[in-house]
């Protein structure tokens, strides 16, 4: 049971180019999302989605793309890269609903654009 | 203004003393607090999770909810070299649909033998 799994963890892109982020899990979970962390910032939501087919929009989205086409992945696209999207990229999946659901997280993506 | 406001230290401490962190928030509709603990080049863990006001105990750690001040706290007793951490706290409303959570900055720990 590996959890929630991110690849690749690191990546250096140039200001333009463009990239896909996967995130798959095996805990059979509902809900996943999209976090960026940048110093001083916290985590910020970026997309998530409630089902297989399903995205929504959270608080950062702009200059991003999701799409989750099977329930254990979660892709999110950065079409042309930007300095301003250099961060660390968290995948968080949970069950879905209830009071106390608990969001699992990943081991992150770090991205550096030039 | 941030919704969620977090002092993001350092915080250096001694082996075995008493550890406090706080956070502040600004939205009366936050019903569901939680701690994360991430260690370096980690994800965040999930540490406490409690709802509305209260305390919660779990071992070394209590976490504390003061929702009329909009204070939360999380205390760690005896702390240990391994709680050397970066600790978020987290917080969200009655959750319809996913948990949209806001965290604060995050606070880092060390905890010196």
């Known amino acids: 049971n590996a959890g929630v799994t991110q690849t690749p963890k690191f990546r250096v892109l140039k200001t333009g180019q463009s990239m896909t982020l996967l995130c798959a899990q095996d805990?059979?979970?509902?809900?996943m999302y999209w976090y960026r962390q940048d110093p001083g910032m916290g985590l910020r939501l970026i997309h998530y989605s409630v089902g297989e087919g399903t995205t929504a929009k959270g608080e950062v989205p702009d200059g991003y793309n999701v799409s989750r086409l099977k329930k254990q992945n979660f892709l999110l696209g950065l079409e042309s890269a930007a300095p301003s999207q250099t961060s660390v990229y968290f995948c968080a999946s949970s069950y879905g609903g209830g009071d106390t659901d608990t969001q699992y997280f990943g081991p992150g993506t770090r991205l550096t654009v030039l | 203004q941030k919704e969620v406001e977090q002092d993001p230290g350092p915080l250096s401490v001694p082996e075995g003393a008493i550890v406090s962190l706080n956070c502040t928030y600004s939205?009366?509709?936050?019903?569901?607090f939680m701690w994360y603990r991430q260690y370096s080049r980690k994800g965040p863990e999930l540490l406490m999770y409690t709802y509305s006001s209260g305390n919660k105990e779990d071992g070394r750690f209590t976490a504390q909810v003061d929702k009329s001040s909009k204070y939360i706290s999380l205390f760690i007793r005896d702390s240990q070299p391994s709680d050397s951490a970066t600790y978020l706290c987290a917080m969200s409303t009655l959750p319809q649909g996913a948990q949209k959570l806001v965290f604060g900055q995050g606070t880092r720990l060390t905890i010196n033998p």
């Open positions: 805990m059979n979970h509902e809900y």
């Open positions: 939205n009366s509709a936050f019903q569901y």
